[in-house]
C-alpha cells in the first residue's frame, strides 16, 4: 500500500476542516481543507525549514538573543516546534493548535517530537489562551491560517494585545501574512497598534507571504554594520538566509545609510 492510500485510511473525507498530505520529489506537504500548502518537510532533512516564509520567521533572532520560551500559535506539520526543538536545547516551546488531526498528522507524518517538559501542543483556542494573564515568552510565532485565509481570530486588535501581555521585555511578536490580503494593511495597522514601541516587515523570499514583527521594547538603534554583522554569525550557526533577510528589511522599511527605522520609534 503507497504512502496516499495508507493516509487516506485516516483523513476526513470532507470539509473545510479536513486533513491531508500530498507527496512530491522528496517533499511532504500538509493541506487542510484545499490544495494551499500549509506546511512542507523535506524528507532527506526533517528538521530543517523547506518553506521561505517559514526560514523568514526566524529573523526576530536579529533582534534578540536565543528565545528560552517560545509560543507557536498554528501547529502545521510542526516545522518549526521542530526546527526551534533541536536548535534550541534550552527553550521550552507551547503550540497551540485547534484542529486535534493537524496533531496526529504532524506527529505520525512529519516526525513532530513526542511530548516532553521542552515541547507542549494544546488543542485548544489561541485567542483564549493569549488573552489569560499568566506565564510569559520571549517570542511568539503566529501562522494562524485556514485553508482559505488568516484566521480572523487570530488577527485582531485584541489577539495581537493579548500576545503583548504575554511578552517578557525585549519579547518579539512574528505574525505571517499575507501581503496580497486586501486586508493587510489593517492588520498590520493591528500589530502596531499592540507594539508600539516599533514594528518591521520582511518578504519573504517568494513574493507572497510578509513577516510583521512587533518589538516590545525596540533598541535604541538597528545600525547596518551591526546587522549585517550579526547576520553573518547567525547565518553560520543555523543555516538560514539572514543576510537576505537583512537585504529584505532595506525593502519594506524607513532607512537611511546607517540605520534602520522601526515604525512608531522613528
Not at 476542516?17 to 512530491?24: G, H, K, L, M, Q
Not at 497551540?96 to 512529519?110: C, D, G, H, S
Not at 498590520?188 to 521594547?217: H, M, Q, S, W, Y
Given at each position: ?166 511578552l517578557e521585555p525585549g519579547g ?14 489593517d492588520y498590520l495597522a493591528r500589530?502596531?497598534g499592540a507594539f508600539p514601541g ?69
Amino acid at each position: 500500500m503507497n504512502f496516499f492510500a495508507r493516509w487516506r485510511l485516516l483523513r476526513p473525507a470532507q470539509g473545510a476542516d479536513s486533513v491531508y498530505v500530498t507527496e512530491r520529489f522528496g517533499v511532504r506537504s500538509l493541506h487542510i481543507g484545499s490544495d494551499t500548502i500549509q506546511s512542507s518537510m523535506r524528507l532527506a532533512r526533517p528538521n530543517d525549514l523547506e518553506l521561505a516564509y517559514t526560514r523568514s520567521m526566524m529573523a526576530f533572532l536579529l533582534f534578540r538573543p536565543p528565545p528560552r520560551r517560545v509560543l507557536m500559535v498554528g501547529l502545521g506539520g510542526g516545522s518549526l516546534a521542530k526546527f526551534v526543538y533541536h536548535q534550541f536545547p534550552d527553550a521550552a516551546i507551547e503550540v497551540l493548535e485547534i484542529n486535534p488531526q493537524v496533531v496526529a498528522v504532524a506527529r505520525r507524518l512529519f516526525g513532530l517530537p513526542a511530548p516532553d517538559a521542552r515541547l507542549v501542543v494544546r488543542v485548544c483556542d489561541a485567542a483564549e489562551f493569549v488573552s489569560a494573564d499568566t506565564g510569559g515568552f520571549d517570542a511568539i510565532l503566529v501562522d494562524g491560517y485556514d485553508g482559505e485565509s488568516q484566521v480572523v481570530e487570530l488577527a485582531t486588535a485584541a489577539f495581537y494585545s493579548g500576545c503583548r501581555r504575554r511578552l517578557e521585555p525585549g519579547g518579539v511578536l512574528v505574525v505571517n501574512l499575507w501581503g496580497s490580503d486586501r486586508r493587510f494593511d489593517d492588520y498590520l495597522a493591528r500589530v502596531g497598534g499592540a507594539f508600539p514601541g516599533g514594528t518591521l516587515c520582511l518578504p519573504a523570499e517568494k513574493p507572497g507571504n510578509v513577516i510583521v514583527f512587533g518589538l516590545c521594547d525596540p533598541p535604541s538603534a538597528l545600525l547596518w554594520d551591526e546587522l549585517e554583522r550579526s547576520a553573518a554569525g547567525l547565518e553560520a550557526r543555523y543555516a538560514l538566509e539572514f543576510g537576505r533577510f537583512v537585504s529584505g528589511l532595506r525593502r519594506m522599511n524607513r532607512y537611511d545609510a546607517e540605520r534602520l527605522y522601526i515604525s512608531g520609534n522613528a
